[in-house]
Each structure stands twice: as C-alpha cells, then as structure tokens.
C-alpha cells in the first residue's frame, strides 16, 4: 500500500516536536579596531552609511561546525547570535531548495521548521546586526549523513488517479515506526478546496489520513512525502521524497440492506439504482459498516482456502470483483446464485450480484455496477447479524468517529 492549505494536520498529542542533539559552535567574533583576520566568513560587518567604519560587534554562531560531515538531519542545525539581532538566515541543498525555518522572537536564533534531506551538503549564509545597525555575517557548509538503514512507504492512491469520495490516502511502511510524530510531520498534505484532514496510525506500520465527513466531489488532494532524512525508529531513516496528487470524482455511495436483499446505488445523495443481492448466509454474515472500494478486478478466483474457509469453495472465473476488505469480502458478480438475488442471503460473506459466467453481457446488474464504480466508492452494509467491520480491514477508517480519529 502504499499540514493542508488552510488546514494543515495539527500538531496534536504533544508529538511535533523534533529531538534536539547537541552541535559544536563556531562562533565568528567580529576584530575590534585594526587587528588581523580572523578567519573565512569572519569580521564581514561594515558601517551603514552614518561616517563611521566600524565593525559590527553583533557575532554570528553556526553549527554544526564548519565542513562537518555525518550532520545528523534532525536537531543539529542552530543559527545564533550574540549582542545583535538576526537579519537573514538562508540555508539550502545544492540544488538550490532552501530549507524552511523561522527567526525567533527577538531575533536571538533562528531553526528550522523540518528535519533535513540524508547525505546532502548544505549552505548555511546569516546576516545579524548590532544596536547600531551594523551588519555581521557568516556562511558555512556541513553535510548530512548518509544511512545505513532505511525505510519507505508504499502508498495508495496513485499519483494522478481519479478517486471516489471515501478514498483515504494511506500509507504502508517498511519498517515499524517509533517516532510516528516526526514520521507524520515529514508528510504534508493541501486540498482546493480547504478541508481539515486528519493522520491517524494502525498499529506503527500503517499511516491514514481523511477528513472528518467523506471528500467533496471535485476536491484536489497534494501530499508531499517529506521522508528523506527523517527518523522513523532509531538509526533507521526515511529515503522518500515524493510528491502525490490525486482528485475526487462524484460522490456515489451505495447502500446494501442484507435484510431485505437490495443494494441502492446513490451519487450526490440521489438513489439512481436499486440492485437485488444476496449477502452473507447464517454463519457467514456479511460485515456491516461502511466500507471502500479498494481494488477493481474484472475476473479472479476466488478459494475458501485463502479466507480460512477450507474446501467449500474454489470458483477460479469470478466476474466483475471489487474488494472491500483486506480479509478478503468483496462485491462481485455471481453467476451460480440461482434465485437467491433479492430473496434470501446465500455467499460466504460477500455481497453477490447477478451475472453471466464469463462477464460478457454489461446489461446484467454486476457489470452495470462494476462499469459505474471507481476505487474509492463507498459501500453501506446495514442489518446483517455480524459485527461492524474494523477501521483497519481495508480502508475503512470511516467506522470511526472524528474523536477516535483524531486520537
């Protein structure tokens, strides 16, 4: 499997801080009166005009240290200052991409908002002045350390993809997370129009976000994965620079009453279907709860073996399938139902519709459905004897509230 323009994911928990280690300082003094040099990127003050040719007393402090290799990328860059204020920090890759960072109140220091890219030089250039308006400034260079260990995340949904309404995006790593609040920082994401979205975990492998009610039809959805350099677990670092786009399509959500055997086929709130099904027979009811269409095949076997059902069953040319749970319930179509459609609940689970052994006629109810749905359509199961499906089984996190999303 794989913070938002006017919503960015908050800093909520306590988690957005990132760990501080200790660097080395090289403090450039700026030379009282006519002394010697000092150093490259030392003494570099010089009057503003007012007839005096002094230097500024401000002193500008970098670390790490100059020409320092090995940098860890979170917690070791520090601008500082003494005896003036800081004017201009500008850091930056050898690509030119500047890292983000702010001066603080006071223009005592200035630090930089998000960790920083493995194995890369960086340019650090720092203007300060002094209470006379004097400027002091230094430039260094440090490189960052290249991992031996590391991780990435695979993802879902595609880059350019066009998505139905309940499509989180969600993000699978290869490595357990144990900084999950520096992990969630390095991925940022922006909609048009603005909506608060929210990450949430699945164990420390699995990474969700979604807003509080389904996408609004039309909705543009950038996710920038940030994860080159960032620390997921101790000496495991991210090698992931990526950015994500993909676009909310109608809004078409269909419901399945297992009682009375129909599925209602509605976009933008209107019923425009009324399919008959069979859902789950006793002992093997059908979930309920609302669950996403997360994978589209147009025929595939289907054995009982894979589900921990035995031998019951090995239909190997299912039509028109579309999955709704990682365990293995989908909405497909059924070509050996017989009469059950509409009147009584016969499938191991799933949600059957009519259809024709090879999938070939598209006026039978399966293939109209399957050739109207999209990844990410959602699918209402309500009034069958089983349990609601968990948030996690699939990608079905709308089975949680906001509150229990957002803890």
């Known amino acids: 499997m794989r913070p938002v323009a006017g919503a960015s994911t908050r800093g909520r928990r306590g988690r957005r801080g990132l760990a501080l280690t200790a660097g080395a300082l090289v403090l450039s003094l700026a030379a009282c009166g006519g002394g010697g040099d000092s150093g490259a990127g030392s003494g570099k003050g010089k009057g503003t005009g007012d007839g005096k040719d002094a230097q500024s007393t401000a002193a500008v402090s970098i670390a790490p240290k100059a020409g320092a290799t090995g940098v860890d990328t979170s917690g070791a860059l520090k601008v500082g ?7 201009e920090v500008t850091v930056k890759d050898e690509k030119g991409t500047k890292v983000e960072g702010a001066i603080g109140a006071g223009g005592a220091a200035w630090t930089p908002s998000t960790h920083l890219a493995a194995g890369t030089k960086y340019s650090v250039h720092a203007v300060a002045e002094d209470s006379e308006g004097r400027r002091a400034a230094e430039d260094s260079t440090f490189t960052t350390l290249t991992p031996k260990n590391t991780f990435m995340g695979y993802f879902t949904p595609e880059d350019g993809s066009t998505v139905g309404v309940g499509m989180p995006f969600s993000i699978r790593f290869t490595r357990g997370i144990t900084h999950p609040e520096d992990v969630e920082k390095a991925i940022r994401i922006k909609t048009e129009p603005a909506v608060e979205v929210e990450g949430h975990w699945f164990g420390n492998d ?14 543009k959805v950038t996710v920038d994965l940030y994860l080159d350099g960032v620390e997921g677990r101790d000496g495991v670092y991210g090698k992931q620079r990526k950015t994500v786009k993909f676009t909310i399509g109608r809004n078409q959500v269909s419901i399945v009453d297992a009682a009375k055997h129909t599925m209602k086929v509605t976009q933008d709130g209107k019923v425009v279907k009324t399919i008959p099904v069979t859902t789950g027979k006793p002992g093997y009811d059908t979930w309920n709860g609302q669950m996403v269409m997360s994978e589209k095949l147009t025929v595939t076997r289907m054995n009982g073996e894979t589900v921990g059902y035995g031998g019951e069953y090995d239909i190997k040319d299912v039509p028109h399938a579309i999955r709704l749970t990682t365990s293995g319930t989908f909405l497909h179509g059924n070509y050996w139902g017989g009469g059950a459609f509409g009147n009584y609940n016969a499938s191991h689970g799933c949600v059957g519709l009519r259809d024709v052994r090879g999938g070939y006629d ?9 050739n109207h749905s999209i990844v990410g359509d959602v699918v209402v199961v309500k009034n069958s004897h089983d349990r609601t499906v968990a948030p996690d089984n699939g990608l079905n996190g709308w089975n949680m509230s906001w509150a229990e999303w957002k803890k």
């Open 81 to 87: 200052v003494t005896r003036g204020k800081l004017t």
């Open 206 to 219: 699995r990474l969700d976000f979604r807003p509080e009610k389904y996408w609004k039809p039309g909705t």
């Open 362 to 370: 598209s006026s039978v109810p399966a293939a109209w459905f399957f």
